[in-house]
Every structure is written in C-alpha cells, then in structure tokens.
C-alpha cells in the first residue's frame, strides 16, 4: 500500500540535544512538507521541498532543519535552539504544488 | 483579521443529523479547497479537494465553495458516529499552490 510512513510515533528530547524525525512515502511524489500541530493553532509550515536537493523555510523554521537527498525521504531536525519544541508533528507529500497534500500518522515529540 | 477562520466548537449531534461544518477567508487569491478529517492522535485524512466554486459530492459528503462570499462548508448526511473527529478546512492559491492555509478545526462528537 502507498503511503507515508513517519517514526518514531513517539520521541523525547533532553535539554540541549538535537532529535531527528524520519519520513518516508512511497507514493512517487515530488514535494514533500513538514507541519507543526500545536492544541488550538493549527498546521504551521516548517519546510517544505519541491524537488530532491532542495527546500524552502516555511512560516516557523527557527530551530529546525531538513535535507532531501532522496526523492522518498524528508527527515526534519529539532535542534537545541527550538526552545519549545513539544508538538505534534506531521509530514505530508503531494504529486504537485497545487495537488491535495497527504498526510503521515505523525510523531509527538515531548521534552524530558 | 486572520486568513482563515474556522470555529473550533466543539459540535455535538445525535446520530443520523444532519452536520455543516463551515470555514471563512480572506485571500480571494485562494482556488484550491480541501476538508481533512483528523482522528485523536492521527494524521489528517483528505476528504475532500475542490477547485474555485461550485460543490462536490462524495457519498455522504457534500462540499461547497461561494468564493464571492469567501465562504466554504463541507456538509456531513446521515452523520454516524464514526464521524467523530476534528475536521480541518484547508486552502491554496496565489502562485503559493505549494502552501497550504489551514483553519483551526472544528471537532465534532456523533452521539449514539
């Protein structure tokens, strides 16, 4: 089955360390994308990629960072400078800019 | 004035009702219209894709789009339990089809 798989479903941080989130999807698409989802504030914008080996920041970048070096993976990078960094967050993938974008099941990451 | 607004209930309805969920905007730029369905602890799930006005139906899901109004809704027959989530509007448009504009969500609760 076609889909986008993201892990853990679980992640806990320490003070001052980085943790990376995993994506991956298997539906061919070229742009891939990562939200943010905070109780009562909706989906942010953290980054998104259109084609592999590039990517755009999106409304909340700050203290995160990604790579697409392949067309099937999109990991996102919680650094030590995300002082708030406990969310629940979501990785989608779309065939196309204008195509509807589809969605993991997502990892909520809290702080030790 | 935010882009998007979306009133977050929470809505609750008897079983077999009637459900009319319903986003406002303000950038008439917006062409691309989605409703995603959001179980606890999920991802959202795409419903529905809609482009500039007029309506769409899938089963017992009817989408509308009154870009004059800047008004969308999405309408849920015969709800079911099942039917329990937040529901997500969600729109794109502009030269920015990369970029989704979500609202807040609304959670709905189907009683038995």
């Known amino acids: 089955d076609g889909g986008i798989t993201q892990s853990p479903k679980y992640l806990f941080r320490k003070e001052g360390q980085n943790v990376t989130l995993s994506c991956e999807q298997n539906?061919?698409?070229?742009?891939m994308y990562w939200y943010r989802q905070d109780p009562g504030q909706g989906l942010r914008l953290i980054y998104y990629?259109?084609?592999?080996?590039?990517?755009q920041k999106g409304d909340i970048a700050e203290g995160y960072s990604v790579s697409r070096e392949k067309k099937e993976s999109f990991p996102l990078t919680v650094t030590s400078a995300q002082k708030n960094p406990t969310a629940f967050y979501l990785c989608?993938?779309?065939?196309?800019?204008?195509?509807?974008?589809?969605f993991g099941d997502g990892t909520r990451l809290s702080i030790l | 004035q935010k882009e998007v607004e979306q009133d977050p209930g929470p809505l609750s309805v008897p079983e077999g009702a009637i459900v009319s969920l319903n986003c406002t905007y303000s950038n008439s730029a917006f062409q691309y219209f989605m409703w995603y369905r959001q179980y606890s602890r999920k991802g959202p799930e795409l419903l529905m894709y809609?482009?500039?006005?007029g309506n769409k139906e899938d089963g017992r899901f009817t989408a509308q789009v009154d870009k004059s109004s800047k008004y969308i809704s999405l309408f849920i027959r015969d709800s079911q339990p099942s039917d329990s989530a937040t529901y997500l509007c969600?729109?794109?448009?502009?030269?920015?089809?990369?970029?989704?504009?979500f609202g807040k969500g609304t959670l709905l609760t189907v009683n038995p």
């Open positions: 539906l061919n698409h070229d742009a």
């Open positions: 809609t482009y500039s006005s």
């Open positions: 969600a729109m794109s448009g502009g030269g920015s089809n990369y970029k989704l504009t």
């Open positions: 990629s259109q084609i592999v080996n590039d990517f």
């Open positions: 989608a993938s779309s065939s196309q800019g204008e195509q509807p974008q589809h």
